[in-house]
């Protein structure tokens, strides 16, 4: 039985009267089929097999691949790692998901698929097996545009990059990989064509900055990148005048990062980088950043007035800078320009501890009379705290600091203060201080609970 849309209303049919021997499953026309296997999984697709004569090889034709690991996990397997065979069955259950994938490849016709997708990650290590990247290299000859892997195995991971990545159909990639004995998986395709890849998304790999420069060189129309958890070998030399939207998340060690990309709409940052360049970028609209690292006074102000100065043309900021103690001068951001575009700026207050006090507290406020001064156009402000601190650090006055230098502004529209503690009337405090550099703000918002 399913519904039909017939001119605007739906109506029921019946596909299968056993009453009547009446089967309408088998004199479905082929579209019609086709159309009914796109809502299902690969595994259930083949599982209409069963169906009816017709039906014995229709999954074969479906223009979308998806193997899902977790179509496997029954009720008896939730507490998997609970259990004292776990490994076991974890060898069962994997050895079960590659034999579907395998066959169903086998049995495919061969013409090109929209979309495969084979995801093995459920958060732990599984015994994964060379068959996996067997499989993957037959999908890549049914010329994918569309192409998801995402593998947490035990084993070394031992893919052949120069087959995906010379796979010209594809317009979206995804690699998502992660080895129990490899830290990062390597990444070093020989030849590189990808004339129509639009997306690339790469987790867990390693690569030279020579392989990441052939990668952009070979991607013509890529517009979006994410790279997370990785390392390269060198400086993260992004340049491209096709990306978009660019993002860069990361937790080992330092590196160098050069981006020049003029028609970039949306950047994340988030990765401690001991240099950061950024050439000019007028298209750019939102900007989040978060660097940890610059715990030396000397690289925060080297660095600091730099990376705002060329964030100067974004109408949203998330701006997570973990400064030193020394307080930002004015003369340090003197040739910052003015914000035109800023609407929406959201600083992530950074908290820290002090060993003889046993207590916590916020040395970053220094940022906050610079943008109200350099964003005429600002409308929303959001301090975002951490609900363990409980106290200001309080810095010495001085002559050039921004709160003597930086003229108070007349309104701002909202405040928004989130993750802070009310305790020792840490809020009143912090909201006393920003009426310091405003004379009237609209409305303000507390929102204790706050998450980041």
């Known amino acids: 039985m399913m519904n039909i849309n017939c001119g605007g209303r739906e109506e029921t049919c019946i596909l299968f009267d056993e009453q009547n021997g009446i089967d309408r499953m088998s004199s479905l026309p082929d579209d019609i089929c086709k159309y009914i296997l796109s809502f299902l999984s690969t595994r259930e697709a083949v599982q209409t097999c069963i169906l009816s004569k017709k039906w014995i090889n229709t999954w074969a034709s479906v223009s979308d691949l998806k193997f899902d690991i977790n179509e496997f996990i029954d009720d008896d397997m939730e507490e998997l790692e609970l259990v004292e065979n776990s490994e076991d069955m974890a060898v069962e259950l994997v050895t079960k998901f590659e034999l579907l994938v395998k066959s169903v490849l086998e049995k495919r016709e061969i013409s090109c698929v929209n979309t495969f997708q084979l995801w093995l990650d459920l958060g732990v290590f599984w015994p994964c097996t060379q068959v996996v990247p067997d499989c993957i290299c037959d999908a890549m000859k049914l010329k994918p545009r569309e192409f998801s892997v995402k593998l947490r195995s035990w084993e070394n991971l031992n893919l052949n990059t120069d087959l995906i990545f010379t796979c010209a159909s594809l317009i979206h990639l995804q690699l998502h990989l992660c080895s129990l004995h490899d830290r990062f998986v390597a990444m070093e395709p020989n030849s590189i064509n990808l004339p129509c890849l639009k997306t690339l998304n790469l987790y867990g790999v390693i690569m030279s900055d020579d392989?990441?420069?052939?990668?952009?060189?070979?991607?013509?129309?890529?517009?979006?990148?994410?790279?997370?958890?990785?390392?390269?070998?060198?400086?993260?030399?992004?340049?491209?005048?096709?990306?978009?939207?660019?993002?860069?998340?990361?937790?080992?060690?330092?590196?160098?990062?050069?981006?020049?990309?003029?028609?970039?709409?949306?950047?994340?940052?988030?990765?401690?980088?001991?240099?950061?360049?950024?050439?000019?970028?007028?298209?750019?609209?939102?900007?989040?950043?978060?660097?940890?690292?610059?715990?030396?006074?000397?690289?925060?102000?080297?660095?600091?007035?730099?990376?705002?100065?060329?964030?100067?043309?974004?109408?949203?900021?998330?701006?997570?800078?973990?400064?030193?103690?020394?307080?930002?001068?004015?003369?340090?951001?003197?040739?910052?320009?003015?914000?035109?575009?800023?609407?929406?700026?959201?600083?992530?207050?950074?908290?820290?501890?002090?060993?003889?006090?046993?207590?916590?507290?916020?040395?970053?406020?220094?940022?906050?009379?610079?943008?109200?001064?350099?964003?005429?156009?600002?409308?929303?402000?959001?301090?975002?705290?951490?609900?363990?601190?409980?106290?200001?650090?309080?810095?010495?006055?001085?002559?050039?600091?921004?709160?003597?230098?930086?003229?108070?502004?007349?309104?701002?529209?909202?405040?928004?203060?989130?993750?802070?503690?009310?305790?020792?009337?840490?809020?009143?405090?912090?909201?006393?201080?920003?009426?310091?550099?405003?004379?009237?703000?609209?409305?303000?918002?507390?929102?204790?609970?706050?998450?980041?």
Not at 443 to 448: R, T
């Open 211 to 452: 392989s990441l420069k052939k990668l952009l060189l070979g991607c013509h129309v890529l517009e979006e990148l994410v790279l997370e958890r990785f390392y390269i070998e060198g400086i993260i030399k992004i340049c491209s005048n096709t990306l978009k939207m660019l993002v860069l998340c990361n937790d080992y060690d330092a590196m160098r990062l050069q981006i020049s990309t003029p028609n970039l709409m949306f950047l994340v940052i988030s990765m401690d980088t001991c240099e950061i360049m950024l050439l000019k970028m007028p298209e750019l609209v939102c900007a989040f950043i978060n660097i940890p690292g610059w715990c030396d006074q000397d690289i925060y102000l080297t660095m600091g007035p730099k990376l705002i100065h060329n964030l100067s043309n974004v109408k949203s900021l998330h701006l997570q800078l973990h400064c030193p103690k020394g307080k930002v001068q004015k003369k340090d951001f003197s040739n910052c320009p003015v914000f035109n575009n800023l609407k929406h700026l959201k600083l992530f207050m950074t908290p820290v501890f002090y060993i003889i006090e046993k207590s916590w507290g916020f040395y970053v406020f220094d940022l906050v009379p610079f943008f109200l001064h350099q964003s005429p156009e600002l409308q929303e402000l959001t301090l975002h705290g951490n609900r363990v601190v409980t106290e200001f650090v309080e810095e010495e006055a001085t002559q050039e600091g921004p709160r003597d230098a930086l003229v108070q502004r007349e309104f701002l529209k909202t405040v928004i203060i989130v993750g802070c503690n009310n305790d020792n009337g840490f809020v009143d405090q912090l909201i006393n201080k920003l009426l310091v550099h405003v004379k009237i703000i609209g409305e303000i918002i507390v929102d204790n609970l706050g998450d980041l």
